[in-house]
């Protein structure tokens, strides 16, 4: 199970670093799901980018991995209207079907990231075999 867990840090980690990334490279997609509501909607897009990149630095990196998978839930946590907006108003981006029940099936994903980055709050417990006989004591 620990080098499940391992493997799927490393894919979570690559996961936020690449979406980061992409804040940086292409902010556009993510400027236009912004809510109205919100100021600076490229600054934000600017800032939750940096931290996705951290976040997924920080979960490969033992001595912070747990304090960076808090982060993520947080950022996981506030970006979330920016998903529902996109639902709500079906605002369509290029490289992602234009079918509105699709926007709606992508919120419940923001669970699932939580639930995983939520698993690296965890402290690593090692397996341990068991005898089958009573301990004593």
């Known amino acids: 199970m620990n080098k499940l867990k391992g493997f799927l840090k ?3 980690a690559i996961f936020v670093m690449t979406a ?3 804040h940086f490279a292409t902010p556009d997609p993510f400027v236009k799901i912004v809510p109205s509501y919100l100021p600076s909607p490229l600054m ?3 800032v939750s980018g940096f931290f996705e990149i ?3 630095v920080g979960l490969l990196m033992p001595l912070v991995s747990q ?3 808090w982060g993520l839930i947080a950022l996981f946590i506030a970006v979330f209207p920016a998903n ?3 639902a709500v108003n079906q605002i369509h981006l290029d490289g992602i079907p234009d079918i ?3 926007y709606w099936a ?3 994903l923001q669970a699932v990231l939580i639930a995983w980055a939520w698993w690296y709050t965890q402290p690593s417990v090692p397996v341990q075999q068991s005898s089958g006989l009573p301990s004593e004591g």
């Open 100 to 102: 509105p029940w699709l």
């Open 67 to 69: 304090a960076a998978a």
């Open 84 to 86: 529902i907006n996109m």
């Open 106 to 108: 992508r919120l419940p």
């Open 54 to 56: 951290l976040g997924g």
């Open 10 to 12: 490393i894919m979570l």
């Open 20 to 22: 980061g990334v992409l």
């Open 44 to 46: 934000l897009v600017y």
